[in-house]
């Protein structure tokens, strides 16, 4: 049966059969980069196209509708805009690092996209620590968020920087605490067994009550990671007037822009991952007549699926909540979602010692 | 109690969070709902509300006959000076001399279309219009005269 498997596994042995080893892992890293890059323009297209359209759509509005049929070549037409645009670099600001932050966005957001299960058997690096290096990786994008503020030598965006700096500390603690409900309920790390544990129902059926307010405690924690509305604080429009990247014109915004909508997928990718089965169909119990009629749909269509419907609820949430002050933000989440995601994790854990679940 | 109010709160906040959750996609599944205008493209079919205040116009019937006796009750209502009326006297049959306008400036660039005039005139003579595309080249043709020529006051308007 045709896989995406099949294809990457005939693809290395016949570049082993060509070259030498060495020779065939760099021509598979060069496929890999190239399939990553590409990933990431399709990602920015479409994203950007579909938020205008929920956002026009949710505000009894058409959206974009002039370029191409509904608007579709709005984004390309975007694009070419940003790509011509003059790349300025202000006086007084710190150079290097200025023209540094946006490519850390940008490769700590690509570096994420390792460990992933796109399908079956269709995962570029099956480290058994997966979701630990996810984790650990997309906190690294902060990094690049504070190189920016603090470079640009300008109010707003060092303020926006430390903003987004205090909320992405906050919010990876309840997002890992989640996170660290379902590798419980699993017991791995790795992400070919979280997925691979899902065969007979995805965690969010089948671990009910810890893992249901696990996935709602994850989806805020990524709403708020990805710096989106209404946890806007890092940008800000209407105080810091784009916060860290105030400054940053042409192809070095896009950039950042294109890092923005790539998070969004990864956080939703994380949730579909976890709680969704990522690229498992839905599957109830086992060996049954849905099971089967569900696997004729290819993996890859499932993960997909599952990761633009969590998108979708993001940007749901954005058009629909209004924005939090910074306190209010930090009081979501110590006060609230910090202890609830404890309390659920002793939940979980005794869930997953005494197996009462599915 | 802390804790209830605690667990209050919570539940509270996802509530209405649901409603306003729901009625964003009530509107999303909706598209029939959207109330933009396309602008340029239905030009042919633009339906104003009858309130609209666009323009001052005079309105003629078929006779080429107004209604204004150029009393200047609009003139004297106009509050940024936008109305100019000129008057003439016309020698009636019996051989009267009767007071009508000659012209009746009306400076559109002026005009903040505040209705005050319409309310002031005595026998209806002038009333707003709906038109509402007034870019002109230049910018004297923003004034205008609202009498047609060759027009007279209406037979039984004093």
Known sequence: MWSLENITKSVDSWLNLQFSPTIAFLIEAVIIMVLVIGLFAFLGLVLVYMERKVSSFMQIRLGPNRVGPMGIFQTAADTLKLIVKEGFTPNNVDKFLFNLAPFIVMVV??????????????????????IFFI??????????????????????????????????????????????????LTGSLRISDIINAQA???????????????????????????????FDMAEAESELTAGFHTEYSGMKFALFFLAEY?????????????????????????????????????????????????????????WTFPRLRIDQLLNLEWKYL?????????????IAITGWHF | MFVTQYIKDVFGAIKSLGIGMRRTLWYFVRPKEIITQQYPDNKDTLVLAERFRGEVVMPHD??????????????????????????????????????????????LDMCTMCNMCVVACPSDAIIMA??????????????????????KVRDGIE
């Open chain 1, 262 to 318: 790539a998070n969004v997928f990864i956080v939703c990718a994380i949730g579909a991952t976890l709680f969704l089965g990522g690229w498992m169909p839905l599957h109830f119990g086992e060996n049954n007549w849905f099971n089967t009629i569900m696997d004729y749909i290819p993996g890859i269509v499932w993960f997909f699926g599952k990761a633009f419907f969590l998108i979708f609820v993001i940007m749901w949430f954005r």
């Open chain 1, 109 to 130: 957001a690509m570096v994420v996209l390792a460990p992933f299960a796109f399908s079956k058997g269709f995962q570029i690096w099956d480290v058994n620590v997966g």
């Open chain 1, 200 to 230: 007979d129902g995805w965690w969010i059926f089948k671990g009910h009550i810890p893992a249901i307010i696990a996935f709602v405690i994850y989806i805020i924690a990524a709403t708020a990671e990805t710096n989106r509305a209404p």
């Open chain 2, 62 to 107: 078929e006779n080429n006959e107004h209604a204004c006796t150029g009393c200047t009750a609009c003139e004297l209502a106009c509050p940024n000076g936008s109305i100019k009326i000129v008057t003439k006297f016309d020698i009636t049959p019996e051989g009267k001399r009767k007071k009508a306008i000659d012209q009746f400036v009306y400076r």
């Open chain 1, 338 to 350: 910090l202890p609830i995601s404890l309390f659920n994790l002793l939940l979980a854990t005794v």
């Open chain 1, 135 to 184: 984790t650990a990786v997309s906190s690294l994008g902060v990094i690049g968020i504070l190189t920016a503020g603090w470079s640009s030598n300008n109010k707003y965006s060092l303020l926006g920087a430390m903003r987004s700096g205090a909320q992405i500390v906050s919010y990876e603690l309840s997002a890992g605490l989640t996170i660290l409900v379902i590798v419980m």
């Open chain 2, 130 to 151: 709906n038109d509402f595309e007034h870019s002109v080249y230049d910018r004297t043709r923003l004034t205008k005269i609202l009498n047609k020529p060759g027009s």
